[in-house]
């Protein structure tokens, strides 16, 4: 199947195709507050995700840049691009685009990547000058993990494009789920590039979540701690953080410890679960999913972005894990049943074709083809032969290459400081606007705008306040 690309630039479309049926037309730049009557009527109709019924089909839609594939961080970066074209041909070869609506969005603008990201960094990324010097301690052992490729900031306006296309279709309602493969890029900082991730999507994608939304939960299951996002929203309470990840000293990025629970208005809304190496299936859901059910019940998020990074896969190359490709997509499927609006990104995950066969296996669970599909990889998927080491199943079994160092004992311990954090901070915020840790320019533009009405208000207040008394100095000299 052919993804019409963005023909109509003078309008700002993009094309969607839900399944095989005929293509439609839909603006790529989704504004929720200048919809029609009659949109808004239809959206109005559309009950709220968190109060889905028995049989209520969800709405879910499938966010696909082909371009962002075509990139190359250099032949000896674990990083590979390329993973996503094979993972969307296996998706299409497993007919699942049937069972939701797919979008080719467009690039995201220099606008919407400064809504967190410093200028003059994005300037240098665009230009091609930033010259990154090699690090003898970089991630694992890889001497220059964020390099200064050819088209590097294209390849970051594709990924992020597509989220926040994704967050705009919560946004409007249009989708209850949302899915992008090549996001989830959780490292990058405010001003510096860092683990393979030089624009943090997520960050961007939560900002215009928080538009329209008053809590997000951050759910993060990579191998590696998603440093750059908790530290985007280390002091506010309108998005939680809750990190699933390996910790050591040694392992990049050596952050990640439980004592990192936010500051300021944010105090004890980053959750961190430093997991020790060669956890399993069963040690992994035993602690994930007691938070993550506590987790929506104490604070009750609008809307949960779970980041899937696929190293933390048994048998990855930078991984520490020994998680299946079931343990991996239960954590998808517990987290869908939450019947929360859901936006579902990737991350990490460096060998292509086990992260090709997690997320096709995932975008299943979500549509709910999991158990139908076939174990055997399609004979017509063009990249069929990558699959050939374990006999072109798609889910194989994966050896484990490191003890499971997570006692019972150490599990309870990381359950009993989430559920003292979550008594520390008892209901959900309250719904009314906080300032973020970080500075977003439309959230301070929003809150200005309310200060000087409010102003305005008080000062009309004032001056009818005065015409009623006048009534009363004019009888006293009648």
Not at 20 to 49: L, N, Y
Not at 176 to 197: E, M, P, T, Y
Not at 348 to 366: D, H, K, P, Q
Not at 435 to 463: S, W
Request: proline residues 5%.
């Amino acid at each position: 199947m052919r993804i019409v690309p963005n023909l109509d630039l003078n309008f700002d479309f993009c094309w969607i195709k839900r399944g095989f049926s005929a293509m439609v037309k839909i603006p790529s730049r989704w504004h929720p507050e200048k919809k029609t009557d009659d949109e808004a009527d239809k959206s109005d109709e559309k009950p709220d995700t968190k109060d889905d019924v028995i049989g209520r089909k969800r709405n879910i839609m499938y966010f696909h840049n082909e371009n962002v594939a075509a990139f190359h961080y250099g032949p000896h970066h674990p990083m590979k691009p390329f993973r996503l074209a094979v993972t969307h041909s296996l998706i299409l070869h497993y007919n699942l685009q049937h069972y939701f609506t797919m979008v080719e969005p467009p690039p995201a603008t220099y606008e919407e990547i400064i809504a967190f990201h410093d200028t003059d960094y994005i300037e240098e990324l665009m230009a091609g000058k930033w010259r990154v010097v090699p690090d003898e301690d970089a991630v694992d052992g890889t001497a220059d993990d964020v390099p200064l490729f050819d088209g590097v900031y294209d390849y970051c306006t594709y990924y992020t494009g597509s989220t926040i296309q994704a967050a705009k279709a919560l946004n409007c309602k249009w989708a209850d789920i949302v899915i992008n493969w090549s996001g989830g890029l959780h490292h990058a900082k405010k001003a510096q590039a860092s683990g393979f991730c030089y624009v943090n999507d997520i960050v961007i994608g939560i900002l215009e979540l928080l538009k329209h939304n008053q809590r997000v939960l951050y759910i993060d299951i990579d191998i590696h701690h998603g440093d750059g996002v908790q530290d985007a929203f280390y002091f506010t309470s309108r998005v939680m953080t809750a990190s699933f990840h390996h910790y050591h000293e040694k392992f990049f990025p050596g952050t990640g410890i439980v004592k990192e629970k936010g500051r300021s208005d944010g105090k004890h809304y980053s959750l961190n679960f430093p997991l020790r190496e060669g956890i399993t299936d069963e040690s992994y859901a035993y602690v994930f999913k007691p938070i993550v059910r506590s987790l929506v019940k104490f604070y009750d998020p609008n809307v949960i972005v779970l980041q899937c990074g696929a190293d933390s896969l048994g048998s990855d190359k930078l991984g520490k894990f020994n998680l299946s490709f079931n343990g991996h997509g239960e954590c998808i499927r517990f987290v869908k049943s939450l019947n929360r609006p859901l936006m579902i990104l990737g991350g990490g995950g460096y060998r292509l074709r086990n992260v090709a066969r997690c997320w096709t296996n995932e975008t299943a669970i979500i549509v709910g083809q999991d158990d139908v599909i076939s174990d055997i990889i399609p004979e017509i998927d063009p990249y069929r032969k990558c699959f050939a080491p374990e006999h072109y199943k798609l889910r194989p079994e994966l050896p484990h290459r490191f003890r499971d160092a997570n006692t019972r004992e150490f599990l309870d311990y990381l359950i009993g400081v989430a559920e003292e954090r979550m008594r520390k901070i008892e209901h959900a915020p309250s719904v009314q606007m906080q300032p973020l840790g970080l500075i977003e320019e439309t959230l301070i533009e929003f809150m200005r705008r309310t200060t000087k009405e409010r102003r305005l208000a008080e000062e009309l207040k004032a001056q009818e306040a005065l015409l009623l008394k006048k009534p009363d100095i004019v009888n006293e000299y009648k």
